[in-house]
């Protein structure tokens, strides 16, 4: 049965950021396996409820930049098993970003960390996360810093970076003042005491991540890119015009660095038309008539020279030779009268 009132807690964090300790740390005793070393004991995400308050259960996950590069299956298995509690009605309160006190410099893996949260939790993330630097001892650090508090380099140099990411990822305005805790998971002190007060009441205090979205564990974005191409072919008494849409996946991963996968053929559309006849020149009636004009005295002047040579063979000549002789003349006349008009227009 669901318990409305049960809030969770979910770790994220490198290897050797103290992470699983930490988680022990809010459980009130040691569920979490832990280790000195720089390789990963956590291999699987893992939920447990606090000694502490019965109402609180911990998440813990693999850690990122794990010695054997198994960031990408860890992530991609912790998300799951969130997915799964959210699906059944368990769902996330508070998500704690932890980090090592000591780490001076944001790690390129713990913002890829934060713009994974931004697909994974895609909206008000920047209410429900938090960030915890572990290995903290206050009154060693203050006497080293000449009384000043050695929380604020780390509040300067991590805060305004993680949360700029949120707000330009998820569209939310930028959180001057996110959550910030500063615990030694491993002394019994006054001050790890009042954080550990503090992230409890902060979980009851906030209602559940209402939208978990599955995304890829590598990159941002998967995005189709099309592109066409067109050419024409001939078939028979028809032009095909082919256009043939090619599709490219673009990944953005999420340092923003774009890389293409193969160029595969999407799609072929052919368009069939019959093929145009060249247009003869049309002639005006004018120029009909001049043309009839002109052939009708070709042909008189052809018959007139066919008479005369006929007479003067004493009327001999056969049709076939009358034909031939009046086929000759009138060609003989067209091309006299078209010499006279190149001459005519030089």
């Known amino acids: 049965m669901i318990n409305n009132?049960?809030?969770?807690?979910?770790?994220?964090?490198?290897?050797?950021?103290?992470?699983?300790?930490?988680?022990?740390?809010?459980?009130?005793?040691?569920?979490?396996?832990?280790?000195?070393?720089?390789?990963?004991?956590?291999?699987?995400?893992?939920?447990?409820?606090?000694?502490?308050?019965?109402?609180?259960?911990?998440?813990?996950t693999p850690?990122?930049?794990?010695?054997?590069?198994?960031?990408?299956?860890?992530?991609?298995?912790?998300?799951?098993?969130?997915?799964?509690?959210?699906?059944?009605?368990?769902?996330?309160?508070?998500?704690?970003?932890?980090?090592?006190?000591?780490?001076?410099?944001?790690?390129?893996?713990?913002?890829?960390?934060?713009?994974?949260?931004?697909?994974?939790?895609?909206?008000?993330?920047?209410?429900?996360?938090?960030?915890?630097?572990?290995?903290?001892?206050?009154?060693?650090e203050r006497e080293n810093n000449d009384g000043e508090d050695p929380r604020i380099p780390s509040q300067e140099e991590y805060v305004p970076t993680i949360m700029k990411i949120i707000s330009d990822n998820n569209h939310e305005e930028l959180n001057l003042d996110p959550y910030m805790f500063f615990v030694?998971?491993?002394?019994?002190?006054?001050?790890?005491?009042?954080?550990?007060?503090?992230?409890?009441?902060?979980?009851?205090?906030?209602?559940?991540?209402?939208?978990?979205?599955?995304?890829d564990v590598k990159y941002k974005s998967v995005e189709d890119v099309f592109d066409t191409e067109t050419r024409e072919e001939e078939e028979d008494d028809q032009i095909v015009t082919i256009k043939t849409t090619y599709r490219t996946l673009k990944y953005t991963d999420y340092n923003g660095v774009v890389t293409y996968g193969k160029r595969e053929q999407y799609g072929v559309d052919k368009n069939y038309k019959k093929k145009e006849l060249p247009k003869l020149k049309e002639e005006s009636f004018k120029d009909k008539v001049s043309n009839y004009l002109l052939d009708v005295g070709h042909t008189y002047r052809s018959m007139v020279e066919v008479g005369k040579i006929n007479k003067e063979s004493?009327?001999?000549?056969?049709?076939?030779?009358?034909?031939?002789?009046?086929?000759?003349?009138?060609?003989?006349?067209?091309?006299?009268?078209?010499?006279?008009?190149k001459n005519k227009n030089k």
């Open 184 to 215: 030694d998971s491993y002394e019994d002190d006054r001050n790890s005491r009042e954080e550990l007060k503090r992230i409890i009441n902060l979980t009851k205090s906030l209602s559940p991540i209402e939208t978990v979205h599955i995304c």
């Open 314 to 341: 004493g009327y001999s000549l056969s049709a076939l030779e009358k034909m031939f002789l009046l086929v000759a003349g009138y060609n003989a006349s067209k091309c006299e009268w078209e010499e006279k008009q």
């Open 63 to 140: 850690g990122l930049s794990d010695s054997e590069g198994r960031d990408q299956a860890h992530t991609q298995q912790m998300l799951d098993f969130v997915k799964d509690l959210h699906d059944n009605r368990n769902k996330i309160n508070l998500i704690l970003i932890v980090i090592n006190f000591y780490n001076k410099r944001l790690d390129e893996q713990v913002k890829n960390m934060v713009l994974f949260l931004c697909n994974a939790f895609p909206i008000n993330l920047s209410r429900h996360i938090g960030i915890v630097f572990t290995n903290y001892i206050d009154e060693d």
């Open 5 to 60: 009132n049960q809030k969770t807690i979910l770790l994220m964090g490198q290897t050797g950021s103290g992470k699983s300790s930490f988680g022990n740390f809010l459980l009130g005793r040691r569920a979490f396996v832990t280790s000195n070393k720089c390789n990963s004991c956590t291999t699987k995400t893992v939920k447990e409820t606090s000694s502490n308050d019965k109402l609180i259960d911990v998440i813990d």
